[in-house]
């Protein structure tokens, strides 16, 4: 997947400002099980929120999405204090939820 552009990850973040977390990430942080259920909430939803509950530093929170993207084939959205958003587009058409803006548009 493609990194996302700073437009797209705007129109991402107004989509998921309402939501809840579905993944909370507790002090066994993250297991197979674990990534197997953003997987699979990626497939259903493909914009989520996962929040940190025990793991509260930066460091922590930076290393665990990056090995988050890295298994699952996700791109962050943002950090927003301890509650990251994730986007994947799903792979059957006719199941996306979400149409990404292809290009930025422009303020009138």
Same mark, same amino acid.
Do not use: W
């Given at each position: 997947?493609?990194?996302?552009? +700073? ?6 973040? +107004? ?10 990430? +507790? ?8 990534? +197997? ?72």
């Amino acid at each position: 997947m493609e990194p996302l552009k +700073g437009y797209q990850k705007k129109f991402l973040k +107004g989509l998921a400002h309402g939501f809840k977390p579905v993944v909370y990430i +507790g002090h066994k942080g993250l297991s197979r099980g674990l990534i +197997g259920s953003i997987n699979d909430a990626l497939d259903t939803h493909e914009l989520i929120k996962v929040k940190f509950v025990e793991f509260k530093e930066k460091r922590h929170k930076d290393a665990m999405t990056e090995t988050i993207q890295a298994e699952t084939g996700c791109r962050l959205v943002g950090i927003i204090g301890h509650i990251a958003t994730f986007y994947r587009q799903q792979a059957d058409p006719e199941k996306r939820k979400i149409q990404l803006p292809l290009r930025q548009t422009k303020k009138q």
